[in-house]
């Protein structure tokens, strides 16, 4: 089937919009009309889809949305199956609570992107604000599976909390990169802000320049882990570039957060 | 039928429904995963003694996951609880001991055994479990959990979970030779041509079995002993199923993932031992009364 278009009426400035309803689960079996139907939320007024969308196709599991949508909020919000294409930036909690399918920004995503996502993929080309793969304040766990790709920079505390899956950051992490890791793993190709890793339980920090540890956090040994092999092996298969030093390179490890369970692990490349 | 002059038994042999894993082990060369497989496939030529039986698959694998040289071994024994005891054992004994390895399951199964699930336990708290997703491992809908267990040259990892799936033991021929020379000869061009076949093993030494058994003995407490119709020094002295001029019988035994693996591993191999010094090729059953599967030689060279 050919992707439903969604294409905003006129830019939204102030009151954001939410639109969890933009998902490939609710589009996949209903006609042009019941889509427009779909309710959003504008403030505090209910609105239908139709009001804020053009909405072309029906009956499919992909997406297209073109527009400026900085201010449309939730898409693709508990997702399990399908395809989101955003053609451009996308407003926060993007794919968050997601459990399947696929979601590509070509833009940038604002705050709280994939956050609490429990399978599927999500593809920023641009930037990623804060708390990317993170928990909702208050929750136990961040993200719990799935895999987040992000061609360029992240916010703070991107990964915070994480429970397991896989974040890759082309670019660069502003400060709390993977504070409070239960588990899972933050591949980083970029440069990492202050405190990497603060209270990491468990889980695998992977850094391709020097970072400026904790001093909770010790140095073990310098070595070649496999398992970035199996690793970098499917991350060249979503399209990512990883050199043949990066993949079969030696990385020093250490292992912290010391001042909690210190059964994280951050891998620096040597 | 003759093959090359050779006169092929009309008979068939008998094979038996196992279960088989497939694993694949790697290391930093060529040598070291072969030393590993060596040694994991050590003792596992029948299931009679060896509880198991086990053997280096021919064909090399195309690819491996952490793209270093690997080697392919299929495992085969009575149950699925046999098969991960001794997944458990040989991979914990022969591959994680082995310097730079890593061990992998190879088999798209259904049903899956827990093997590092079980091993990780060596880590003594300090395994690190990483489940990869499906979209970075191409592995259907199903996500990859390996163990990194810390070890004295880095880190062992191990699969958690091996599939499981039943497969054919013993299919099997025999080669009559003239002679000892030529028996082996024949045996050698045969497991050759067989080890280009995938899905396959033959678990005895180098392919080759000299010590045929029958079903019981005269002894109560063995359940297997020598096959007397086919050693040449009992012609006189028992039913013996040689023919005059026959002086050294050797058996190619067979164990694979699909029957049609095994037939096919026949067929090429019988076809490369036919030549000169070879009087007869026959092959082994139990008058069709043990196992699941039957091979009739003329219908497997027929193809």
Redesign the interface.
């Known amino acids: 089937m050919p992707p439903v278009i969604l294409r905003l009426k006129e830019p939204l400035t102030g009151v954001p919009l939410e639109a969890e309803s933009i998902s490939p689960d609710l589009f996949a079996e209903r006609s042009r009309e019941e889509i427009d139907a779909l309710p959003v939320a504008f403030g505090n007024e209910a609105h239908r889809l139709g009001d804020f969308f053009q909405v072309d196709g029906e009956r499919s599991e992909e997406i297209m949305l073109e527009g400026s949508l900085e201010r449309v909020k939730w898409i693709g919000s508990g997702m399990t199956r399908g395809r989101i294409v955003i053609r451009g930036d996308v407003g926060m909690h993007a794919g968050s609570y997601m459990k399947g399918g696929e979601i590509l920004i070509e833009g940038s995503a604002a705050e709280f992107l994939g956050v609490e996502m429990e399978?599927g993929?999500i593809r920023v080309k641009g930037n990623a604000g804060h708390r990317a793969g993170a928990s909702y304040r208050g929750s136990k766990y961040g993200m719990r599976?799935?895999?987040i790709l992000i061609e360029g920079n992240v916010g703070h505390e991107v990964g915070a909390y994480m429970r397991?899956?896989?974040i890759v950051i082309k670019g660069n992490a502003e400060d709390f990169l993977g504070a409070r890791m239960a588990?899972g793993?933050i591949c980083l190709f970029g440069q990492a802000g202050l405190r990497t890793g603060g209270g990491m339980q468990?889980g695998?920090i992977v850094c391709m320049h020097p970072v400026e540890l904790l001093p909770t956090f010790a140095y073990d040994c310098t070595?070649?882990?496999?398992?970035l092999?199996?690793?970098f092996?499917?991350?060249r298969?979503?399209g990512v570039h990883v050199t043949h030093e990066q993949?079969f390179g030696l990385y020093r490890r250490h292992h912290g957060d010391l001042a909690d369970v210190g059964?994280g692990?951050i891998l620096i490349a040597a | 039928m003759e093959i090359n002059g050779v006169p092929i038994d009309e008979t068939y042999a008998e094979a038996f429904t196992m279960h088989a894993s497939r694993v694949l082990i790697t290391a930093i060369s060529k040598e070291w995963a072969l030393e590993a497989a060596r040694s994991m496939a050590g003792f596992g030529t029948s299931v009679i003694g060896c509880g198991c039986e086990v053997g280096i698959e021919g064909p090399e694998p195309e690819e491996t996951?952490?793209?270093?040289p690997g080697v392919s071994v299929l495992l085969f024994a009575p149950s699925k609880k046999a098969v991960e005891e001794q997944l458990i054992k040989r991979i914990g004994q022969s591959v994680m001991t082995s310097p730079t390895s890593?061990c992998y399951n190879n088999l798209e199964a259904e049903d899956r055994l827990s093997v590092g699930g079980k091993l990780r336990f060596f880590g003594d708290g300090?395994q690190?479990?990483?489940?990869?997703?499906p979209?970075?491992?191409?592995n259907g809908d199903r996500?990859r959990r390996?163990w990194?267990i810390p070890v004295m040259d880095?880190?062992f990892?191990v699969e958690d979970r091996f599939g499981v799936q039943k497969g054919v033991a013993g299919g099997n021929f025999l080669l009559l030779g003239d002679e000892l020379p030529a028996a082996l000869q024949a045996a050698e061009r045969a497991v050759e041509a067989m080890r280009k076949v995938k899905g396959v093993i033959m678990p005895f030494p180098g392919g080759i079995v000299r010590s045929g058994s029958k079903v019981g003995s005269r002894y109560k407490f063995l359940n297997a002993s020598t096959n007397t119709a086919f050693c040449p020094s009992l012609r006189r002295q028992v039913q013996s199923e040689l023919p005059e001029g026959v002086g050294a019988v050797l058996e190619v035994v067979i164990d694979g993932l699909t029957p049609e693996a095994v037939a096919e591993a026949m067929r090429v191999g019988i076809r490369a031992a036919c030549g000169p010094g070879i009087v007869k090729v026959t092959a082994g059953n139990y008058g069709g009364k043990l196992g699941k599967h039957h091979f009739h030689l003329h219908e497997v060279l027929a193809i």
């Not at chain 1, 070595?223 to 398992?227: L, S, T």
């Not at chain 2, 996951?65 to 270093?68: A, I, L, S, V």
């Not at chain 2, 979209?135 to 191409?138: L, R, V």
């Open positions: 399978g993929l599976g799935g895999i397991r899956g896989l588990a793993t468990k695998t070595y070649a882990p496999v398992f092999r199996i690793l092996k499917g991350l298969q979503l993949a059964k692990e | 996951p952490d793209d270093r890593a300090f690190i479990g990483k489940r990869l997703d979209a970075i491992i191409g996500p390996f990194r880095g880190e990892i």
